[in-house]
């Protein structure tokens, strides 16, 4: 927490089709009218943001503090959202504070990491997402808010 992650995101959507599931209401400024080009969620019903999602086309559906909203595994529907952004033109961005919280069909399906410091051990790191470890320690000699992006 406090890495820049909601920072780097507010900039990334400034002037796009934007809808965020907010759950920590972090995106006061955006309205909570889904049916506008800029809109959150906040009322943390994840199926409904999934299916809002879904009808979203050329949007940038922001998952915002995804450990608690995955669970440690991707459902069948949110998978769907994965899957479907060739169809969509959807942008999915899935934030997560913690490297060992991202199940491993996330990492499967995307096409970018954004990697921010976190307090994962390395060991573990190695374990689990061996294509992340270069990035991961070559951030903990970088200063707070630093980031690294990988392509996969």
Do not use: W
Request: charged residues 30%.
């Amino acid at each position: 927490m406090g890495e820049g992650k909601t920072t780097f995101i507010k900039r990334y959507i400034k002037n796009k089709r934007v809808f965020v599931f907010d759950v920590n209401n972090e995106y006061k400024e955006l309205p909570t009218d889904t049916n506008r080009k800029q809109s959150r969620l906040i009322d943390l019903e994840h199926e409904k943001f999934i299916n809002i999602c879904l009808d979203k086309r050329n949007t940038v559906c922001v998952c915002e503090d995804a450990t608690g909203f995955v669970e440690g595994r991707l459902s069948a529907t949110y998978r769907k959202v994965m899957v479907s952004k060739r169809h969509t033109g959807n942008v999915n961005i899935v934030v997560f504070h913690s490297i060992l919280s991202v199940p491993p069909r996330i990492i499967q399906l995307s096409d970018y990491v954004v990697l921010f410091k976190t307090n994962d051990e390395l060991l573990q790191v190695e374990k689990r997402f061996v294509q992340l470890v270069k990035p991961f320690i070559s951030l903990q000699r970088k200063p707070q808010y630093s980031y690294e992006t990988i392509k996969l």
